[in-house]
Each structure stands twice: as structure tokens, then as C-alpha cells.
């Protein structure tokens, strides 16, 4: 993990990239998705309000850089990073109600229920997960994996034992005491089971070997979980350092974190642990993985 | 429509077939849900909950009256079945939500929201709906049909262009003026597009031919509408004639019906007139099509 890692020795442009892919998405989700004009205009307005509200479309970067690793197209990778973003923005959609975390905000605009009314949000969001199905099938299958192969991925992933899991778990360790086992257990269904997904689905766009496969599963999760338990640190140590000015973070904190739990000493070594596993993870692809390790870079040797 | 039609010349007993097909259709769900015990068990207690809240489970029954229709295998079927359940019964919990329909009972026992909480009614809802795509996948593919024709199917009758939009039209139809165009609109996307989808599915599960599709296509939509029509025109009769006795009532009927915005006399034409059609639709099938012609005599020829 030493800094020289930040310069690619084969000068690849991570910005140049992230700028690329965001356009190339934007656009290929602008086509998948039915225009504002669309009857009833209300719930394509609400799909579209939330879906381009300004996300870093870091699943969809990672889709499309996980394909590269494996010589895969961008085109043959775009329906499935376009479908990992729909289910990404329901989640956060679902997340934000009343009944969940009652966000009113998310990346400075009115989450979605403070637009349309928590009915069109429920429904907005249901219409996305709806969508990413829907545009998880126009890709055009390969080889060694099927339409079937693909949809249970997503499925899999997005669902009551990952994904949706770990949102319940979330729910339910609110203001109760939470161990380091459970901590895990919630940050690797709600942060990783999707991020792994989107590795995976990338691969298996390029029609990726089960070797590629494995190490895909390996660099998605442990990226995920990295990236998680550093937001819990900065969290802390932005915290300590702003104390006083960001107002309401102090109830926010309240939500257990690494930190907290076993100390920052402690999570930094975790941190470094899962770090190291995810550049480990990209071993199998010999400097063709240039693209997901400038993501991963990107992701874990953060300072904010 | 003449009453002949009730008592089938094959000696098809309708009452068995749902019986049976409820009971294999609750064993499969069964069979493709996580158990209660499964982590984390409120969200599986939740699905369970509303899966098994004892629905007549209409939609599966169409799937496999189909199937049958074109000389399928339930077994075939039956994944596809409980997929369509699946579907039907998150947008129930869903729909029941306080805000949407804000509904405390369904089928005489509390709703979804009402024992699990708001927050983990609309996980619950995402789950069943993720979950039906799973199970989707789970069935055995045919020549003419694939996997991702399946997928394809039901998500876009569960979509923003049908079941999702007869959820926006309703909602924001509520205590507004509607027309008989705006109405029929709601009824083919909340209730049509589903049984639609069901009788489509059955075909498709048998590898039925374009002809039997395209039958299976007319007689869902038809039975949808014709059902929904005759619900309406069940509401009014009902109403007036047990008018103080069951309260409520009238507020809900404020709702726009066929008979509030046509009349009795019209709504009952529509009514026999869709009926006719779902009937004639049966035809190719010379015959064969005992379950369905059943199905759609206990659907439309009914008093209650």
C-alpha cells in the first residue's frame, strides 16, 4: 500500500475514466429508462429525479472496470452497470423514508419523498428494482454465463439474505448495543454484497474465466468492506476534529461503528488488513487490472 | 354466457383443481422462500406473513390452467407461478402502506404494516418483489422460450408502464373526477396486466406456439377487465342493497366505478361484453382449455 501505487505505472487517468464512464452511463440509463414524458408522469419523474441526482456511479465504474480487467466491451457490460445503479438508487430511495432513516436530504437536494410524497417514493423505488431486471435482460448473454446466471446474481445480491438483510439489521441495531460480528455482518450485506455483484457481473460480461471470477468476488467484497470501515474512521476522526460545527452528526454517531466498537487503533489495522486483501485479490490479471486498482486507490487511500 | 357453460362437459371439478393447485402452489413457495428461522427472521417472518395470509392464490392457478391449456407440465410451471404470487403479494403489502391505500386489514387479519412495522413492510415488499425474480430463474427454460423472455415478461407487467403505473393512476385519481377512459386504464394496469402476465407464463412454461400466446394474451386481458367491471357493478348492487349495514362503505366507494361514471345499465353491457371475449379467446384451444374456461366462469359468473 505504498503511495507510489497512486501513480500507475501505466499512467492510466482514473479521473479521465470515472468522467467517461459517467457520461457513457448517464446516457445509456437516460435511454433505458422511460422519459418524463411517459404516462404517468409522475413516477418516471420520480425514477429520473433520484436516479440523476448527482451519484458518483461507482457501481457502474466498477462494473465496466472489472470487464476491462477480462478484455471484456463496454457495451456488452453497460445494461448490467446500468442495472447495479437502478437497484443502488432504490435502495437509497426505500432508505431515506420515514419509516427507514427519515433522511430529508441526500447530496444536498430533498430525497425523494420530500419531493413526490413517500406513496410515489415507495412506488418510484419498486419501479426501479422493477427496471434493473428489466435491463439486466438487454444484455446480450455470453458463452459461459446465461441471462439465468445473470439475473440470480442480481437477485442474489440485492436480496433478503444480502442487500435487504443488512438494511433489516441496520433497522433493528438502532439504539440497541452492537458487536464487532454484527457490525460486520450489516457493512458486508448493506456496502459489499453489491459492490461484489458488481465486480462479478462485470466479469462475467467479458465472458470472464472462473479463475477471473474468483478474484472479482474477492476484490468486490473486501473493497466493500474496507471502504466501509474507513468511512467509520473518518467519520470519528472528522468528527473530533469539526466538533461543534457539523450539528446532528453527534446523533448520527450514535450508530455503532468500527471505532467504537474496537477502537480506532484497532480498525486501522482492519482497515489496512481488508486493503491489502482487495490489492491481493487483483493479483490473477498481472497489470491488466490497471483500472480497478486505481478504483480500489481511489476508494480505500481516501482522506475525506 | 349461457349457464351450460358452468357445468363442464369434460366433468372438470374446479373445486379440486384449485384445491390442489392451492396446495402445491403453498408447498413450492414454501420450498423457494427462506425459512422463519432464516437471519434476519423478522424480514422472513414478514414475507411469510403476507405470502401465507391465505390468498386465493388466482394468478398461480392461471399459470398453470395455461400451462394445461397447451399440454404443460405443472412442474414447469410452477416456479412461475409462485414468481407471479410473489409479485401480487408485495404490491399488496405495498399498497396497504399508510401512504397509499392505508389499509389496517386485508383478509381479515392485521396488515403487513401494521405487525411489522412500516419500515420492514417496505423491505418486506422489496424482498417478495426481488425474491419473484429469483425464483423466475429457477424454471427450466424452453426451446422457444428463454430465460430471459421470462425476466422480461414480468418485469415489464410489473413495471412503471403497468402494475406500478395502475398504482400511480390510483393514487393520484384519488378524489379526483375520473373518466371512463382514465378508469379502464387503472383497471388494465393494476389488475390485467398481471393475469395477463400469468396466463402468458403458464403458455410459455408448456412451450406453447404464437397462436396459443396470443390466446393466452387476449383471454387474461379480458378476464382482468371483465372482472374488475363486474366488481365494480357487485360493489354498487351490494351497497344499495345492504345500504347502513356495512359502514365505510360509502367512503370507499367514493372511489371512481364503472357504474359511477357509466351507469349500471352500461357497465353491465362492458361487463358481458368482455366476458364474451374471454371466452371467444379460448377457441384455438378446441377444447382443452377446461381449467381456464372453469377459471373464468368462477371469476365472471359470480354473485359475491
Known amino acids: 500500500m ?13 479521473q479521465q475514466f470515472l468522467e467517461r464512464s459517467t457520461v457513457s452511463v448517464n446516457t445509456a440509463l437516460d435511454r433505458f429508462l422511460p422519459s418524463e414524458k411517459t404516462k404517468p408522469v409522475t413516477i418516471h419523474k420520480a425514477m429520473r429525479y433520484s436516479l440523476f441526482a448527482g451519484g458518483k456511479r461507482m457501481r457502474p465504474a466498477l462494473v465496466l472496470a472489472s470487464a476491462q480487467a477480462c478484455d471484456g466491451r463496454d457495451s456488452d457490460a453497460m445494461p448490467l452497470a446500468c442495472a447495479v445503479e437502478c437497484i443502488h438508487t432504490y435502495s437509497l430511495i426505500h432508505d431515506d423514508l420515514p419509516a427507514m432513516d427519515n433522511d430529508d ?27 434493473a431486471f428489466e435491463i439486466a435482460t438487454l444484455s446480450a448473454g455470453w458463452p459461459r454465463y446465461s441471462h439465468r446466471d445473470i439475473i440470480l446474481e442480481i437477485a442474489k445480491a440485492s436480496g433478503s439474505l444480502q442487500l435487504i438483510a443488512g438494511q433489516v439489521a441496520d433497522l433493528e441495531g438502532e439504539g440497541k448495543k452492537t458487536s464487532a460480528i454484527q457490525l460486520k455482518y450489516i457493512h458486508e450485506r448493506k456496502t459489499s454484497a453489491l459492490l461484489c455483484c458488481s465486480a462479478r457481473l462485470g466479469g462475467m460480461s467479458a465472458n470472464c474465466s472462473a479463475t477471473q471470477l474468483a478474484a472479482l468476488t474477492s476484490f468486490g467484497y473486501h473493497v466493500g468492506l474496507a471502504f466501509q470501515v474507513i468511512d467509520d474512521i473518518l467519520d470519528v476522526t472528522q468528527t473530533s476534529e469539526q466538533l461543534g460545527k457539523t450539528a446532528g452528526k453527534d446523533t448520527k454517531a450514535q ?18 488488513e481488508l486493503t491489502g486483501k482487495a490489492f491481493d485479490a487483483l493479483k490473477p490479471f498481472k497489470g491488466r ?11 480505500l487511500k481516501r482522506d475525506r
Chains 1, 2 share one sequence.
Open 255 to 272: 450508530k455503532a461503528t468500527y471505532p467504537s466498537i474496537v477502537g480506532l487503533e484497532r480498525s486501522r489495522k482492519i482497515a489496512a
Open 105 to 131: 436530504f441526500r447530496r444536498g437536494k430533498p430525497t425523494n419523498h420530500k419531493v413526490f410524497g413517500e406513496g410515489i417514493a415507495v412506488l418510484a423505488g419498486d419501479a426501479l428494482l422493477t427496471q
Open 289 to 299: 487490472a490497471v483500472a480497478l486498482e486505481a478504483l480500489a486507490n481511489y476508494l
Open 2 to 14: 505504498s503511495a507510489s501505487r497512486k501513480e500507475n505505472k501505466s499512467g492510466f487517468n482514473l
